[in-house]
């Protein structure tokens, strides 16, 4: 069998083809892993933030429901001590 010098480029020309298509498959594979990764980032960053917002959200409601709480109990005293000043007025302190 003889083997000339244009079977030897094409199958030089087939193997640089084969080569150079799993490299470039490689390099994209690559390119995409990084986006990948950044995005990924980018949103566990965002849920860190918003999760964070949440906390600090859910600690002033809290606050705020401990203060309306303590109105809720004064405004009792106050009421109860209105009604017991009433009743020794116009009642004559009868229960």
Request: charged share 35%; proline share 0%.
């Amino acid at each position: 069998m003889e083997i000339t010098v244009a079977l030897v480029i094409s199958i030089l020309s087939a193997v640089m083809t084969v080569v150079n298509f799993a490299t470039n498959r490689k390099d994209k594979a690559v390119k995409e892993a990084k986006e990948d990764a950044k995005e990924f980032d980018k949103e566990s960053s965002n849920q860190v933030l918003i999760d964070y917002r949440l906390t600090q959200v859910k600690i002033k409601l809290d606050k705020i429901l401990d203060i309306l709480d303590s109105y809720d109990k004064e405004i009792d005293a106050r009421v109860e001590k209105a009604l017991e000043q009433h009743i020794l007025l116009y009642h004559k302190g009868a229960k």
